[in-house]
Antibody, heavy 122, light 108 residues
Framework: QEQLVQSGAEVKKPGASVKVSCKTS????????IHWVRQAPGQGLEWMGV????????RYHQKFQGRLTMTRDTSTSTIYMELSSLRSEDTALYYC???????????????WGQGTLVTVSS | SSEVTQDPAVSVALGQTVRITCQGD??????ASWYQQKPGQAPVVVIY???NRPSGIPDRFSGSSSGNTASLTITGAQAEDEADYYC???????????FGGGTNVTVL
């Protein structure tokens, strides 16, 4: 079945970078965009950005411009999210999720990865 | 701040109906999808593409849209519906996406 499996938890020091992977399976890799979403402890969901695996094009939330990079490896059907210059406020659960769309007016995310906890602490 | 807004919390008596709303200018042009998140779990889509339910989602969940407001209605709420619910849509520029702040639903 269609599945997104993420890499394991990470602990990083302030100023460091983290790279989280999202391995896809069960569908044609190039056929769906992948979004990244994060959730700080006790907080809501925050959209970070999206990558088109077909053309490697990306769109990032302005909040993360300059710190966020999304890439893909077509040979392993894997998407990567790298966040640099980490600070304590980046401590969160990071999710990848597959995009679906209907025309130009409707989008949804399904399925989601299991989440990767990134802890930023000195 | 979020470009689409939700009430932080609502409560509903067991078996009664509750409506969760999501407001924003972008919703005049784009539809919202809705996600249920229970503690310690990843979000799950419950309504997508106007008013469609994925397989396995009970038909007590329904969606609607009018003007700048999208709504998720739970008709005959059950104890297992206690969760956080988020709306998701394109932002007002159309270039990015955005989640509502989430609504915590308590079933009394």
């Amino acid at each position: 079945q269609e599945q997104l499996v993420q890499s394991g938890a990470e602990v990083k020091k302030p100023g460091a970078s983290v790279k989280v992977s999202c391995k896809t399976s069960g569908y044609t890799f190039n056929s769906h965009y992948i979004h990244w979403v994060r959730q700080a402890p006790g907080q809501g969901l925050e959209w970070m950005g999206v990558i088109n695996p077909s053309g490697d094009t990306t769109r990032y939330h302005q909040k993360f411009q300059g710190r966020l990079t999304m890439t893909r490896d077509t040979s392993t059907s894997t998407i990567y999210m790298e966040l640099s210059s980490l600070r304590s406020e980046d401590t969160a659960l990071y999710y990848c999720a597959r995009d679906w769309s209907s025309g130009d007016s409707s989008w949804w995310l399904d399925p989601w990865g299991q989440g990767t906890l990134v802890t930023v602490s000195s | 701040s979020s470009e689409v807004t939700q009430d932080p919390a609502v409560s509903v008596a067991l078996g009664q109906t509750v409506r969760i709303t999501c407001q924003g200018d972008s919703l005049r042009k784009y539809y919202a999808s809705w996600y249920q998140q229970k503690p310690g779990q990843a979000p799950v889509v419950v309504i997508y593409d106007k008013n469609n339910r994925p397989s396995g989602i009970p038909d007590r969940f329904s969606g609607s849209s009018s003007g700048n407001t999208a709504s998720l209605t739970i008709t005959g709420a059950q104890a297992e519906d206690e969760a956080d619910y988020y709306c998701f849509s394109r932002d007002s520029t159309g270039n990015h996406w955005v989640f509502g702040g989430g609504t915590n639903v308590t079933v009394l």
